[in-house]
């Protein structure tokens, strides 16, 4: 029935027998109550406790199947520790979809191979010689995994030679290896608060893979020329030999930029220096580029989570960029898109990295999200162009309408995935464009290497068609689906990690912008950009509401509330393992 939450199971595809969930002590008996469906439980067989405690996060498997699901019995298959735990309630989202820390053994035996490897002087044959560029990597401060260097010279034209050097995974991790069918397998590493699971060991990731300071290190080097309004006129593919000649940091590059750096910061980056001005100018003519092509800048309210030692989230901020990493981000971009002209104009096999246009009944939805908000947004066409849609990003940037105006814009789009076609990419606004930059921890940067690297060794097109169109889909479509995976999790366990910085804050007021509208209450996000829910309930004693799109409305008190608005709230519950808060409005004296 069309709104109801009841339906009628047709077939069961395929028998689950393990899930994670919470053992709950009940009565004296200890029961399951699964994640997935937390309004049910099974009971535990006494002898098959494994020692499971009240409110441990576990992972069960069943052991009796029963009629109905509460007659289903289980055994505790392993224990995370208590619910209560953001960082227990991780580690059980990675168990659900598979996802170990551990390499299997014949994976770790070859990486053990390449323990504290070093580039030797036959690795260098064939190969260009970077050496004396002054080369160097910007990341976060924490970064163990340096995918990514970066170049730049003025010419004598006035305009710009910029080198993207990349990790050279792909020599070292060759098909058919127990590291290749890993590292296909994962498809992704996973990030999630202080933690990675890796695509690869340690030994390539952090080791002879990763282009730390002053190493000698193997890299893919795209090698661009760009004139001097910055439009890229050639570019070519090397392989190369280069060495960093420092691990550049972005809060320290933004300080050099903005021209607040100490004489220690100065020192440091000594070598580079030189390259910076170029560097800025460089990105402020792709900025503007990217501007008038209409690539659309949404702000993502990505938050950055603050850990004690003990792994406890005390804190939870907004992350902020800075001009150093949309500088890097927009020459990754160039050097990916160089990738994915490469093969298209060469008609090899390819894993691009494609966004197609929104379909026209998202469109519909985001045309009645902008009429609640009260813009007028009329489309030339029912799909509406990338510059109509970065209009309206920019004109609510910063205001209170900015959240479900730019959260409604990024719904309406499509997923972008990978495909061995080169369908182009909606979002950036390009015809080409491939994952080239990350080859430690994306499998289709380590696929395109791999292509790429046969194709400059001359193999002629029928011998590559043949060779690695089967490869190319496959790796596309593992791609696809395991990002999608990663990205829940991560998602997932940062709600956790919310929901545990928030126990920390019960009974505390925060003001609070209204970010979802449902007939059920309203989603509040606070500042910081911790969301949590006000039940209709605690709005109004009537209990009778009305919703229109982005309004919910009290018929009785004639009070309503609009996404966009400001409210007071108080944090009444935080349920850590299902990474839920809840809110109430505050008293109407609190602050």
């Known amino acids: 029935v069309e709104g109801s939450d009841e339906g009628e199971i047709l077939a069961v595809l395929e028998q689950k027998n393990d ?58 298959a392993m224990r995370f520790g208590s619910c ?6 991780a580690k059980a989202l990675l168990y659900a979809q598979d996802i170990r820390n551990r390499f299997p053994d014949k994976v770790r035996d070859e990486a053990k191979k390449l323990d504290n490897a070093e580039v030797s002087a036959a690795d260098c044959e064939g190969r260009m010689d970077l050496r004396a560029l002054p080369i160097f990597t910007i ?17 004598s034209d006035g305009g710009f030679e910029l080198g993207v050097h990349i990790a050279d995974v792909s020599n070292y991790v060759k098909p ?31 080791g002879i893979c990763s282009l730390n300071e002053k190493e000698l290190r193997l890299a893919f080097s795209c090698l661009m020329r760009l004139d001097q309004d910055g439009n890229l006129t050639d570019y070519r593919f090397v392989k190369s030999i280069i060495c960093s000649r420092v691990k550049g940091v972005y809060s320290e590059i933004n300080a050099l930029l903005a021209g607040t750096a100490d004489a220690e910061i100065k020192a440091k980056y000594a070598e580079v220096l030189s390259q910076l001005p170029a560097m800025k100018e460089l990105y402020g003519h792709r900025a503007r580029q990217r501007k008038e092509r209409g690539c659309m800048d949404i702000e993502s309210g990505e938050v950055k ?37 490469f093969a298209r104009v060469k008609q090899i096999p390819f894993v691009y990295r494609v966004h197609e246009a929104p379909d026209a009944e998202k ?4 045309s009645a999200t902008l009429l609640a908000c009260g813009l007028n947004a009329k489309f030339k066409n029912p799909i509406p162009t990338q510059l ?12 209170p309408i900015q959240t479900p105006v730019h959260t409604g814009i990024l719904r309406s789009m499509q997923k972008a995935r990978y495909a061995p076609q080169p369908l182009g990419h909606y979002g950036l606004v390009l015809k080409d464009y491939a994952h080239f930059t990350s080859p430690i921890r994306r499998y289709p940067d380590l696929a395109i290497h791999r292509i790429m690297t046969a194709q400059l060794k001359g193999i002629d097109k029928e011998t590559m068609v043949l060779r690695y169109s089967d490869f190319a889909e496959k790796a596309s479509k593992q791609s696809s689906e395991r990002e999608i995976i990663a990205m829940q999790i991560e998602r997932k366990a940062e709600d956790c990690y919310k929901a545990e910085y928030a126990r920390r804050h019960l009974g505390e007021c925060y003001e609070g912008r209204i970010s979802g509208v449902t007939q059920r209450g309203l989603f509040i996000e606070l500042e910081n950009g911790v969301e949590g829910f006000v ?42 393992n299902l990474g839920k808060i809840d809110f109430e409005v505050a008293p109407a004296n609190a602050k």
């Open 19 to 76: 899930m994670v969930g919470t053992v709950r002590r009940i009565e004296g008996r200890l029961k399951f109550v699964p994640d997935d469906c937390p309004a049910i439980s099974m009971q535990v067989m006494r002898d098959c406790e494994g020692s499971a405690k009240d409110g441990d996060k576990v992972a069960v498997e069943i052991l009796l199947r029963g009629n109905r699901q509460e007659d289903h019995r289980v055994g505790v």
């Open 84 to 89: 209560d735990e953001a960082k227990r309630c």
């Open 139 to 155: 990341d976060s401060a924490e970064t163990k995994d340096i995918d990514d260097a970066i170049s730049l010279t003025k010419t």
């Open 176 to 206: 058919g290896s127990e590291l290749d069918n890993e590292a296909f397998s994962r498809a992704t590493s996973v990030y999630y608060a202080d933690q990675v699971v890796p695509m690869l060991p340690k030994q390539l990731s952090n």
């Open 305 to 341: 989570l603050i850990l004690d030692e003990d792994g406890h989230c005390i804190d939870v901020k907004k992350r902020t960029s800075g001009e150093s990493e949309s500088m890097i981000e927009e020459f990754m971009l160039l050097a990916n898109q160089c990738a994915a002209h």
């Open 363 to 366: 469109m519909e939805k985001l």
């Open 388 to 399: 109509e849609l970065a209009a309206l990003l920019d004109e609510t940037r910063g205001q």
């Open 535 to 576: 039940p209709a309930s605690s709005l109004t004693p009537s209990g009778t509401m009305l919703t229109e799109g982005i309004r919910l409305s009290d018929p009785v008190s004639g009070k309503n509330w609009s996404l966009g608005d400001t409210m007071m709230i108080t944090i009444v519950r935080a349920d850590v």
